[in-house]
């Protein structure tokens, strides 16, 4: 036989006067929202915070003299998959070899962070800013001056 | 010379009315927002000036700013018409509006209402049927699907709602004895408000308003889900601003009536009535923002037989009653 229950549809219309308290609930819930701690972050002046493992701008690292710790062997520019870093090297007298020149193009950048894991010296890092704009192509060739300081391009809001 | 002073007198009294209630209409667009948002758990404007104060002014110029579309399907003439009818209808509702109790400044006797008709009351019901004609208008005369189905909505419903309305105020005119704002307000004074005399006719009063002033759950008219916001949707710029002005300014004529009618207008212990009434006003424009938060909008069925087969025998049955209750 057949022992699916019967739902009487006479019965659940009978329950529409108690529909009164679940509206009254709502009230309350909502009530209760509107004093509660809000979701949102209000992003330039507060952010969250990124993992310390996050790849974003580059930083080229400094010595305790202020000396780049670059020694301008060329391998980042050799593994870069879109290949956005170029250099010139310089070679002094004495054995000490820097870039005279060091760009990485922001655009291409893929922020694979191979770079760094290439770098024998430990000279490049990609570090935790995410949120830098600017209004042409060349802004973001960023070169040596621009490297030392990513912290500087974090976006502050107008 | 006398009538001259009573002429200046009115014009001073209808223009401080008159800003107060377009400041209170702009930043109640700002309160609304700011509160929608904070029952959602985020901000609402918080960008411009001091926690976003200054948003209902930055949305003005921007309105202003917008271009004027006519579509060539619409009625030209009723397409202009409809958001003035609108916007008039609305702020001819605050003429009777009883603000608080007379004052007395320099040795004249100043009045807090711009007028106290004699049949205030039918007055306020009058005009505010005429408001819907702006809504229906809007929509059909747009060209328009979508507009013409908000406006239809917006007709129905109005005419529905409107005689509830009216059946929850005539219980209050019982037992008050006088049609006029101020005599409601006045009978009051013992400190007994309506909405403790009449609890049934508030309730039904304040349902059928917020079906009246098309708010959440009664938005059907401008359902946003299905209608793409229904009867103003080929409105655009200031005649747009318009729609909404006349919104928002009917919510507070919708506020101030509740407290004229139910929550004892100006009365109230320490502050000066006008505190009072605008406190009070407050209140109810809060609740309606804060049942908005809530509440999901009705089906159109449901609003027909909440209407017709609850609202009205409600409202017929409480008129026996408070018969009843007086003649013992």
Redo the contacts between chains.
Sequence with gaps: MNMQKVIRVSSRRQEKGKLIVPLLKGLVYTLKNLFSKKVTILYPEHRRAVSKRWRGLHRLKTDENGELKCVACGLCAVICPPEAIRMTPYEEDGGTRYPLEFFIDEIRCIYCGFCQEACPKDAIELTGVYDYVDYTRADLQFDIEKLKRPEDFIFKGK | MVFLVFLGMVGIKILVVFSVVMIIVAWSTWLERR?LG??????GP?RVGFQGLLQPIADGIKSFMKEETLPENADKTLFILAPIISISTALTLLVVIPFGRPVTIMGTEMTMYLADLEIGILFVLGIATLGSYGAMLGGWSSGNKYGMIGGLRASAQMISYELSMALAVISIIMISGSLSLVGIVESQIEGLWNCLRQPLAFVLFFICGLAELNRTPFDLPEAEAELACGYNVEYSSMKFSLFFMAEYCHLFVFGALVTTLFLGGWHGPVLPGVVWFFIKTFGVIFFCI??R???PRFRYDQLMALGWKVLLPLGLANIVITGLVMLV
């Design positions: 509160l904070a029952v959602q758990l985020r901000y918080m804060w049942e938060a809530t509440f």
